[in-house]
């Protein structure tokens, strides 16, 4: 039997030589050590430590359970606190608490992503999304927005979330809420603006190109990614809004590539470079961008890497969730953001597995919780 241990690196370079799965067992532990620093302060007399609730949670998230029953089903096979227990000491965080736990659980994670040189810091491709929560009630306060979508209106709960495209790959980097009003567009270039800067700055992030989407179409955003570009050694690219100069560009029937403007109602103007490429199926696609091409098939191609991506990703699933009808916003940040977080450990866990063994080892959900709870593996 091999103990996972952090007490010295000779003995984890000792468990790293051995078996695929014991490399994997002994990445896995260190990951529970970052989970664990996200878990929120127990009591001095209480019965479950963090490390319980962290593997608690885990084992809800892997099964998009509801806290409450999700813990009923982990207590029929190991012993654990009640659902109620758990809330209890969710529902005493507040906003900024949670912000400061994932802060520094983002810490912890990026030493062990560069202690093992996973990720490189130049031309890094970063694709900006909003992760929406679909919210059925009809409670309405600073963090439940309407949004149209597949035709139809709906409330929701958002987060603006940062993720790396890496070998056809997606891992989620950065995440933080969006409140109502970041259906303005200077709220949400200000969002942007803070997710960012965070995410440049805790992964150390030289030189990248930042997809968006195309709901970032706006005078307030594209001025405030000129900006930022211009300062972080960076590229911008989304698909451009058929907005009336746009179509006029596109009804020339032919790829081309354009200096262009918007002006929003404040008359403030965002320069860009409008580029029109035909898609695979031979129709005119806009996009906006600050990368100097000279080939409008160029962008295309970049961009169809992403939407590639985000089709794998919705045909497969989020493989972590924790569902919830609380109405309290910390406890629904704290439960994205430990979603995000195990996505990220497991993402990068296989990446250094993969990079170790190649492609044809691959932890799945399942073996990533066998390994989670075994303490030892022969």
């Known amino acids: ?40 302060p127990s009591h001095g007399n209480s019965l479950y430590t963090r490390k319980d609730f962290a593997k608690q949670l885990v084992f809800i998230a892997c099964h998009g359970d509801f806290i409450s029953n999700g813990s009923r089903v982990y207590n029929l096979e190991h012993s654990g606190s009640s659902g109620d227990t758990i809330l209890h000491h969710l529902h005493n965080l507040s906003m900024e608490d949670v912000q400061c736990l994932y802060e520094g659980v983002n810490k912890y994670l990026l030493q062990l992503i560069k202690k093992h040189n996973i ?20 409670h309405r306060d600073e963090w439940v927005r309407k949004i149209y979508k597949d035709g139809e209106w709906m409330r929701v709960y958002g987060w603006m ?13 950065y995440i933080e809420p969006a409140p109502a009003t970041v259906a303005k567009a200077e709220k949400m270039a200000e969002l942007l603006k803070k997710v960012l800067e965070k995410t440049y700055s805790f992964y150390s992030i030289y030189s990248g190109l930042i997809c968006l989407d195309r709901e970032f179409f706006n005078v307030e955003v594209i001025n405030l990614l000129q900006s930022f570009c ?24 032919v790829e081309g590539i354009y200096p262009h403007h918007i002006t ?4 403030k103007r965002a320069h860009f470079t409008l580029v029109i490429a035909y898609n695979d199926e031979g129709e005119l696609r806009p996009f906006a ?29 989020h493989p972590f969730l924790i569902n919830t009808t609380s109405l309290h916003m910390p ?31 691959w932890i799945t959900i399942r073996m990533f919780i066998v390994l989670l709870f075994n303490e030892t593996i022969d």
């Open 289 to 317: 961008t600050n990368i100097q091409v000279e080939n409008p098939k160029e962008l295309f191609l970049i961009y169809k890497r992403r939407w590639q991506i985000e089709t794998n990703i919705r045909s497969t699933r």
């Open 264 to 267: 929003n109602k404040k008359r």
């Open 331 to 361: 406890i629904r940040d704290y439960l994205m953001r430990i979603a995000v977080i195990c996505c990220f450990a497991w993402m990068v866990i296989n990446t250094f597995m993969i990079n170790e063994y190649g492609l044809n080892y």
């Open 161 to 173: 979330m940062v993720s790396m495209i890496h070998k056809d790959l997606k891992y989620p980097l």
């Open 230 to 253: 211009k300062w972080h050694n960076s590229q911008w690219l989304m698909p451009a809004k058929e907005v009336k100069s746009v179509k006029k560009k596109l009804d020339l029937g």
């Open 1 to 40: 039997m091999t103990e996972d241990t952090d007490t010295d690196d000779y003995e984890e370079r000792n468990v790293l030589k051995c078996f695929p799965e014991k490399m994997a067992h002994a990445f896995i532990k260190k990951s529970e050590r970052a989970l664990c620093q996200f878990m929120p």
């Open 119 to 138: 990720y490189r810091r130049v031309n890094v491709q970063l694709a900006v999304d909003f992760t929406n929560k679909k919210f059925y009630g009809k």
